[in-house]
């Protein structure tokens, strides 16, 4: 089968289509012959880090773990001994290792089926950044019906997917993003727009009960500044130097007053919230934004295009197999 492996380090054209082994389940796994999946910050960002910290990170010379992807979505092509939910030809998304290829294979809790409602590449544009919007504002944030959240980096694929998320809380939500997204913010349900060029929403007045800062891109002081007094600031990504301080000031913040600050970290894969995004997805609370679909052999210029244009929601992978 073919798939995509990263075997040296460099810029995205080292992500090269490659002749594999076609993988076979295990007793508790499921063999997805795969229709689509997508791109995150796991497979961009390494692309933008430091090379030292890379190195230290993924393997000196080269890549301990060549294989790309998470994400995905496709039909059931066989199953272990011991799974019981999926059978052969069902349809199904959720996450896998080494997900950029013609076929993928996972334990079976870590797949749902896929809404009847939408598209294999729409599917496979969900699991890791819906998670982390779903684990960021109801886990992390303990979302309330009624509160005031703001979104800062709203047009991402998280940020896309936290709007419609908190909305389905019944939030007000305001959506912080750049001039040429702020309609489709406004399409996909926030109530009010900010363009963070032209307004600095941590020194507006307004204030917040919970902030989900999907770029992280503030000082912590200047989210803190933005929160109503018991508000909660949940940190899902951004520039490394933000996280750190997220994850050294963050508890000490949150130990010293009534206001909150955490660090996301990685979104758990959890097979009752798949079910959860299944159920908005089939209601239409929730709609993937999906940018630009590449095909399998164009993978290094979808991870290209989300390094230098700031892709409007989710890029997706779309593998043609027979």
């Not at 993924?58 to 992807?69: A, H, M, T």
């Not at 939408?118 to 982390?132: D, G």
């Not at 959240?149 to 993003?177: H, M, N, P, R």
């Amino acid at each position: 089968m073919k798939a995509i492996l990263q075997t040296e380090y460099g810029s995205p054209d080292v992500l090269q289509l490659t002749e594999v082994e076609k993988p076979t389940p295990k007793e508790n796994q499921v063999l997805i012959k795969v229709h689509a999946a997508s791109a995150n910050a796991l497979e961009w960002r390494p692309f933008t880090m430091s090379p030292i910290i890379i190195r230290l990170m993924g393997g000196l010379r080269k890549p301990k773990d060549p294989q790309v992807g998470v994400d995905v979505a496709g039909t059931v092509e066989a199953v272990g001994a011991s799974v019981t939910e999926f059978k052969p030809g069902d349809e199904v998304f959720g996450v896998a290792p080494a997900a950029f290829a013609e076929y993928a294979c996972n334990g079976e809790n870590k797949f749902a089926l896929k809404p009847v409602n939408i598209s294999f590449a729409a599917a496979a544009a969900v699991p890791v950044a819906a998670l982390t919007a779903l684990q960021g504002l109801r886990d992390k944030g303990q979302i309330q019906p009624g509160q005031k959240v703001l979104i800062d980096g709203a047009s991402g694929g998280v940020g896309t997917f936290a709007v419609q998320i908190a909305k389905s809380y019944g939030a007000e939500v305001t959506a912080v993003c750049s001039a040429r997204n702020l309609d489709m913010a406004r399409s996909i349900g926030a109530d009010y727009v900010i363009d963070y060029v032209r307004e600095d929403f941590t020194k507006n007045g307004l204030r917040y009960d919970l902030i989900l800062a999907v770029n992280g891109s503030h000082p912590i002081l200047d989210y803190r500044r933005a929160l109503s007094p018991r508000g909660i600031c949940v940190v899902a990504g951004g520039p490394l130097a933000q996280i750190f301080l997220a994850l050294l000031l963050g508890p000490v913040i949150s130990r010293l007053g009534s206001k909150k600050y955490f660090f996301m970290g990685m979104a758990k894969s959890r097979k009752e919230d798949l079910l959860v995004l299944k159920e908005l997805l089939e209601a239409g609370k929730v709609v993937p934004v999906i940018d630009k679909c590449y095909p399998l052999s164009k993978t290094a210029e979808a991870i290209r295009y989300l390094i230098e244009e700031h892709a409007r929601g989710k890029v997706v992978i779309e593998i043609l197999n027979g």
